[in-house]
């Protein structure tokens, strides 16, 4: 299907739309990954528990006064960058619509076992050179496009931000929409040095979906 991206793009910007392509479809097959993301799981069995837990975090749908950030790494560069932005309180969020500063606990893995989440299993599985390879998992956030947005600075390129429901999330032309527990939304960061070829992206990441939901059918008929 990469064809198709030629008659929009030229040749010359075809490489890094093929290795987005190929990196995005990499991330939601990782995502997709029944071992990987389960809030669905977790949404159909709210009475269960995990005894393992050595601290759980809950999830409550009222007000969004505070929020809960785990930095993931897959390699050590990015594992000690985790650290030195939990060390340094690095990370903030400001509520767009009221101005208001959201109290941030930042975590790194290790700290608490996620039940909704197998950060383990997203790594292992993950064969991209930036994008993904450092994560920020929430159980409730506003946006996560606001967090990779006011955060951009911080954060190396690539990084992306899931969370199991947003409260306020935000598209393109301040379109919004409600991401309760079992939809997997999700934002990374991106720099290009071209702003010709930014609308462009969109098709990229969706050519990217349906890639990645392809593969994942397949792999569960064999």
Not at 115 to 133: K, N
Request: net charge positive; with cysteine.
């Amino acid at each position: 299907m990469l064809p198709t991206l030629t008659t929009a793009i030229s040749p010359h910007f075809l490489p890094s739309f093929t290795s987005l392509l190929l990196c995005c479809r990499n991330i939601f097959c990782c995502l997709l990954s029944k071992n990987t993301y389960k809030p669905y799981i977790l949404a159909s069995t709210p009475n269960s528990h995990t005894t393992s837990l050595s601290r759980r975090v809950s999830v409550v749908a009222s007000s969004m006064d505070h929020c809960v950030l785990v930095l993931c790494g897959k390699s050590p560069k990015e594992k000690l960058l985790a650290s030195s932005l939990k060390s340094k309180k690095a990370l903030k969020l400001m509520d767009r619509e009221t101005g208001d500063d959201i109290d941030t606990k930042v975590l790194v893995d290790g700290d608490m076992e996620v039940e909704s989440f197998g950060v383990g299993s997203y790594m292992d599985a993950l064969a991209t050179q930036y994008f993904g390879r450092f994560l920020i998992w929430t159980p409730k956030i506003t946006s996560t496009h606001d967090l990779l947005h006011q955060n951009f600075g911080d954060l190396p390129v690539g990084s992306a931000c899931l969370a199991d429901v947003q409260s306020k999330g935000r598209g393109r032309v301040s379109n919004v929409w409600e991401s309760p527990a079992g939809c997997l939304m999700y934002s990374f960061t991106v720099q290009m040095h071209n702003g010709r070829i930014l609308p462009l992206l969109q098709y990229v990441v969706s050519l990217a979906v349906t890639e990645a939901v392809k593969h994942v059918c397949k792999e569960k008929e064999r």
